[in-house]
């Protein structure tokens, strides 16, 4: 406790203005992700708190992030859908996910997974970010206009036939669950549907009017609509938002220009009884756990969300993580990556038995509380009990926020969360792969690939797409770069090494002598393939020199074992000269060692080798008489 509290001033101050700036942001998040601001206080207040607790990283400031919450849009949007566009029914299905990828984190950190998370590749990271950014921006265009697709009458009117339609279909799936679905009880289907009623499918249509218009493919879809149907209050809302956030940091940025932004917009419409639309009602009171999550929980039902889950447990490491690094490189200090993903996990399990959003660790957070004084666990911890105190004492006064203010903060927010970095970086990588006529950049089509995939598609499964590509890339230019330094040389390069110098002339027509140096795998074998058909037709042995050769991959072995069948079938014998540990072991594996190569073949020097050729190899070729 002594050194918790070692520097309790600085933690003081940086924990009350880490609280303050992820305020407004938390309450964004929660409205973005679809669960309400609540949902994101919830997770701010809760990761924020027990993530400092039991986390590595001294300084960090954790909460509901950018990246986070665009998967948890995601996964939100998708169960409430299957559950009837209701957030209540689809509410303990969505926290279990949230709950097991908090568990996930927990699991990732015991098995010392923390310091792998580095080797994500960073074509990956810059495509998915600056998707984030445009799927962030591009889904609070419609909210900033005042536009809300389940509230468009017309529109949602397009989709009352449709809507009938899965009612009628959920009516025959529930007979069919309950035996009855049979010709003589199709009266119970009719009488069924005759209870349905317009404002049930009028609720129906509105879910899908709202899921046609989610992600950035749907905003573009009903753009034009939301054009037309502007509302101007909102919109200036919004601007004035915006132009607050982004002015106010010219003036001083001593204070979070998103709270001043909140604060003024939201003083003014309020003041002035503006007639705008509130964000969703905030609880009072303390946070109550969803128990039900546990008491109602189906296997069956979170089995397809698993490696969702998955993904969002790896996503928040890898947020956590980065903001780890950045922390270091600000207090000199060195995080523990593993401690900090189970502190991660603890923070994110919590948040979800409270209704909370999943987070990470929050770089802007953290290195605001890093400026303002902040160097213990205690900081992050301040942090989450200042939003705590905010949700007892202010919640009322918060529920009175503008929506459009928040969809402001989103907006500023995508902009700023976009890797420019990587995007400034296009024109000057090196176009290191063609497609047809076209050369481009490997790291670039990558990012690409990701960015696109990402924002009009699946973030998980672009992620998983992307991974796999630059593994395969990464593999491609290593097998290349590999296979050049391996020096396996067809018959009219290879050269003599310096020790061959005494080899006997007069055997050089019986005795092939091939180099190996550098590895034997998958990227070099096309070009040792090439062996038996370098060795001279007069040679009836093959030296192969392996003390060059570290290593041999399965690819490799069984080249290897291929190329040796073919020359004993050709009647050539083999002679292996000072073979390492790691290829011997494996030769010996699938019992190449002693069935093709016996061990009296198999020698530590060259010399040694020279000593048998002398003694077994007989010149069959040297037309010159020898005197009697």
């Not at 701010?44 to 027990?50: K, L, N, T, V």
């Not at 009516?171 to 289907?189: S, Y």
């Not at 091939?514 to 370098?534: C, E, I, V, Y």
């Not at 190449?592 to 000593?611: G, N, R």
């Amino acid at each position: 406790m002594k050194n918790i509290f070692s520097n309790f001033k600085g933690d003081l101050f940086g924990g009350i203005t880490a609280g303050i700036v992820a305020l407004p942001l938390a309450l964004a998040f929660g409205v973005s992700s679809g669960m309400g601001p609540s949902a994101g206080l919830y997770g701010a207040i809760f990761i924020g708190f027990f993530a400092a607790l039991f986390g590595g990283t001294n300084t960090q400031i954790s909460g509901p992030t950018a990246p986070m919450t665009a998967v948890s849009m995601v996964v939100i949007a998708g169960i409430v859908a299957a559950n009837d566009g209701s957030l209540e029914k689809a509410l303990p299905a969505i926290l279990i996910v949230f709950l097991l990828a908090g568990l996930m984190q927990i699991g990732l950190g015991l098995m010392g997974i923390g310091k792998y998370i580095r080797y994500i590749p960073y074509p990956v990271v810059s495509g998915f970010m600056t998707a984030i950014g445009v799927i962030i921006l591009v889904t609070q265009i419609l909210p900033a206009l005042g536009y809300y697709p389940k509230e468009d009458a017309e529109f949602v009117a397009r989709y009352k036939p449709m809507a009938e339609e899965i009612i009628l279909e959920n009516i025959l799936k529930e007979e069919a669950g309950e035996g009855i679905l049979v010709l003589e009880d199709f009266e119970e289907t009719i009488e069924r549907a005759g209870t349905v009623t317009q404002e049930d499918i009028q609720k129906e249509a509105a879910t899908l009017a709202n899921k046609e218009a989610s992600g950035v493919l749907g905003a573009f879809k009903v753009l034009p609509r939301a054009l037309s149907n502007i509302n101007w209050l909102e919109l200036i809302l919004a601007l004035a938002t915006i132009f607050i956030i982004y002015g106010f940091k010219r003036i001083t940025t001593t204070i979070p220009s998103a709270l001043v932004a909140l604060a003024v917009v939201s003083g003014v419409a309020y003041g002035f009884g503006l007639d705008y639309r509130p964000i969703e009602q905030i609880p009072g009171g303390f946070p109550i756990p969803h128990l039900e999550i546990f008491t109602n929980f189906e296997l069956g039902a979170l089995t397809p969300y698993i490696f969702t889950a998955l993904t969002l447990a790896l996503l928040g490491a890898i947020d956590s993580l980065l903001t780890s690094v950045v922390a270091d490189n600000m207090t000199k200090t060195k995080h523990r990556p593993n401690k900090e993903l189970v502190g991660q996990g603890i923070g994110n399990s919590i948040a979800a038995i409270f209704g909370g959003i999943p987070g990470a660790g929050a770089t802007i957070r953290t290195v605001v509380n890093i400026n303002a004084g902040g160097k213990t666990k205690l900081s992050g911890m301040i942090a989450g009990i200042l939003l705590l105190v905010i949700l007892l004492a202010l919640g009322p006064v918060a529920s009175q926020i503008p929506a459009a203010v928040l969809a402001g903060i989103l907006v500023t927010v995508g902009i700023g969360v976009m890797d420019y970095k990587g995007l400034k970086a296009i024109p000057s990588l090196p176009k290191d792969m063609s497609i047809g006529p076209v050369k481009l950049s490997s790291e670039v089509v990558i990012m690409l690939i990701v960015l696109v995939l990402s924002s009009v598609w699946n973030l998980v499964y672009a992620v998983g797409v992307g991974l796999v590509i630059a593994s395969l890339m990464f593999m491609k230019k290593i097998g290349d770069m590999t296979a050049q330094r391996s020096d396996v040389k067809t018959l009219e390069k290879e050269q003599g090494w310096a020790d061959e110098a005494g080899f006997p002339k007069k055997l050089k027509e019986e005795v092939f002598i091939k180099h190996l140096k550098g590895p034997l795998f998958f990227g070099s074998t096309s070009d040792f393939q090439a062996l038996a058909n370098q060795v001279p037709r007069t040679a009836s042995t093959v030296i192969i020199r392996m003390d060059r050769m570290q290593y041999m991959d399965q690819s490799g072995l069984y080249t290897l074992e291929d190329v040796l069948i073919d020359l004993r079938k050709s009647g050539i014998s083999i002679l292996l000269v000072d073979l390492l540990d790691q290829p011997r072991y494996m030769m010996e594996r699938v019992d190449v060692i002693p069935e093709l190569i016996p061990e009296e073949h198999i020698f530590e020097t060259f010399a040694d080798c020279l000593k048998w050729i002398e003694l077994n190899i007989q010149d069959k070729y040297d037309k010159v008489a020898v005197p009697a």
